[in-house]
Structure formats: structure tokens, C-alpha cells
């Protein structure tokens, strides 16, 4: 089902029906209390644009800006510039199991989380931030009302188009929060603070071809389910508590974003223990700035940060700007 916020409805009868925004308000209070508060303020909007003949679902499919995509619209076409790539994550639920990742693109009238599912995540390994995309039969969920776009086995996901250009977009920017204030289930929020613990990197066997996880099938042998048996190549997840001050959270890195924490790929220190601890040393006392989710673990039933993208010696004049804004 295609819910439509109020802002939005009000905007389109403002436009197409050449109503004031206060006249279209005084309209719907009027609704009320004529229906004796039986619908919401949304559903009476909806008699009233029905009333001035505007059609608030005469577009639901084709091509779209990203701030008329709403929850429910299917086979969506937009053409916006990649602000952000974040980490490609595997899932394995006992009934389905696959590869999925996300991107950050944006247009002149809004920002959009895209979605990317198994083989669409290949599409990633050419991709660069600033590169306009065009996306084609994406479909538009809900996730804790923001709107995001999905990428299935029949969507179409194009990297610099031909005869397609883009001009300024709107700014993707992150939910500044303090650590105590982390609560499961954010996403896309932005956390700054000091690293005082820092564990040993957790290696693991990844298919050379296709990145997926490898599984083991016998002593030293490793198979792939798309590629057969192959030799190994390693991946690793980073582990380490960030303390700001008001609290302190356990933080997960991921391959890429672990390689933006040390500068460098650490794929060759595995089993290189002296190695490891100088690394893991040289961070303790680092400042971080990190973007991304924040979700509980129910093994240890505490509250953890996944980072989605890390900024090594954040600007202190920037971050004291934030500060003085966000104090206003």
C-alpha cells in the first residue's frame, strides 16, 4: 500500500489546484468537524484533493525526482549522483542467503538509501562516489519512515549514462549523536569520539572471483558454491571500543571501512601476531568520526555500531562548528 505524508499531499494540491497552503489547511479542519474527527488530518486531505479533482496517485510507476518516490511505487526510474558506497554485507537466514549492499544518491530535490541485492552488488566494483547513476524497475520500501529504493534481479542499475548529466545536489548529511544517546535500530547516524580499545582483526576465507564466504571442504581445501574449489583469498572484520565522553560502544569495521581506519589493506598481517599488536597500538588514542547503524546483540545484549564509512583526524574547527550549530 502507497502512503502518501501529509506534506507531500498538500504540496501536490497546492500545485495543481492553485490553493494556498492555508486555504488547503483551513479545508481540512473544516472536513474534520464535519466528519466529527472520525478521519485522520491525512485522510481528510485525501477527500479534498478528490474534491478539487487533483489525482494524488496519477504517477506511481516510471520515471521520478527522489523526493516524489513514495513507500509502495513500483518499477521506479531516477537518475541521481552517488554520495556515499557503504560495506557489502552477506546473510545467511537458514532460508535464504545472498549478498546485499547500500549507496547514498541524491538529485536536486532530495536524498535516497538504494538498496542493491545479490548479483546487483557486482554493479559496486566500478562504481565511485560522484558518479551519476541511473536506476530502472527499482521498487520503494519503507524503513522506519524514511523511503528507500531497491534493487532486484530485474531492476536495471547503469553507471554514467550516456547523454545524462546532473547538475548540484542536495547534500547527503548524517544524525549527529552522542553515544549515550545510540539507541537500536538508528541508521544513518554519525558518532565522534576517542578509540581506547582495539581487538585483533577477525580473518575470514573469501572466494578470490566473487568475494562471497568460503566454506571449508576438507583439511586445507576450500570451496565456493558458485566457483567449485578454490584457493582462498582473506577478508577480515575490526572490532573496537569509541568513547566520547558521555559513554562508550562497541564498533564493527568491515574490510573497507577497516582499511580507511588502518590506511591500508591488513590482509597480509594474518597469523603476523607482533604485527597486528603494533597496528592495533597505533590506534588506541585516535580520534574517529564514523556514519552508520547502531543495532543490539542479543548474544551479549548490549547495544553495537556498525560503521559504514570512517573519517580518520576528523577537522577539529568543522567539528567545533557542529557543535556551536547544534548548541543553538
Not at 501536490?12 to 488530518?41: F, H, P, Y
Not at 557486482?122 to 520500501?141: P, Q
Not at 570512517?310 to 548548541?327: G, H, I, Q, T, Y
Request: charged residues 35%.
Amino acid at each position: 500500500m502507497i502512503k502518501i505524508p501529509l506534506p507531500q499531499i498538500i504540496d501536490k494540491i497546492r500545485q495543481e489546484a492553485r490553493v494556498s497552503e492555508k486555504d488547503i489547511n483551513d479545508k481540512i479542519d473544516t472536513k474534520l468537524k464535519e466528519l466529527s474527527g472520525l478521519v485522520s488530518r491525512e485522510g481528510a486531505a485525501h477527500i479534498i484533493a478528490n474534491e478539487l479533482g487533483v489525482n494524488l496517485y496519477k504517477q506511481l510507476t516510471g520515471k521520478a525526482k527522489i523526493s516524489n518516490v513514495l513507500a509502495g511505487m513500483r518499477e521506479v526510474e531516477i537518475l541521481g549522483k552517488v554520495q556515499r558506497i557503504f560495506e557489502t554485507r552477506e546473510f545467511d537466514t537458514g532460508q535464504r542467503k545472498g549478498k546485499v549492499a547500500n549507496i547514498i544518491v541524491a538529485d536536486d530535490t532530495g536524498v535516497a538509501r538504494v538498496v542493491l541485492w545479490n548479483d546487483q552488488v557486482s554493479k559496486l566494483e566500478n562504481l565511485k562516489e560522484n558518479d551519476i547513476v541511473k536506476l530502472k524497475n527499482a521498487y520503494a520500501k519503507d524503513n522506519q519512515g524514511r523511503v528507500e529504493l531497491h534493487l532486484n534481479d530485474k531492476s536495471e542499475f547503469i553507471i554514467n549514462p550516456e547523454g545524462e548529466s546532473i547538475g548540484e545536489v542536495k547534500k547527503y548529511s548524517s544524525f549527529r549523536k552522542q553515544i549515550k544517546d545510540v539507541i537500536d535500530g538508528d541508521q544513518n547516524i554519525e558518532i565522534l569520539g576517542t578509540i581506547v580499545q582495539a581487538f585483533d582483526p577477525r580473518f575470514f576465507e573469501i572466494c578470490p572471483k566473487c568475494g562471497k564466504r568460503a566454506k571449508t571442504k576438507g583439511e586445507n581445501e576450500y570451496f565456493c558454491d558458485e566457483h567449485g574449489t578454490v584457493t582462498p583469498a582473506y577478508s577480515y572484520v575490526m572490532n573496537f571500543i569509541l568513547d566520547d565522553g558521555t559513554e562508550n560502544i562497541r564498533c564493527v569495521a568491515f574490510k573497507r571501512q577497516a582499511e580507511r581506519l588502518f590506511d591500508r589493506d591488513i590482509a597480509e598481517s594474518r597469523g603476523k601476531q607482533e604485527e597486528i599488536d603494533r597496528m592495533k597500538n597505533e590506534l588506541l588514542g585516535r580520534i574517529v568520526k564514523l556514519t552508520g547503524r547502531a543495532g543490539k546483540n542479543q548474544l551479549f545484549d548490549r547495544i553495537e555500531f556498525t560503521a559504514q564509512m570512517v573519517f580518520n583526524n576528523p577537522d577539529p574547527e568543522e567539528e567545533l562548528k557542529r557543535l556551536e550549530k547544534s548548541a543553538v
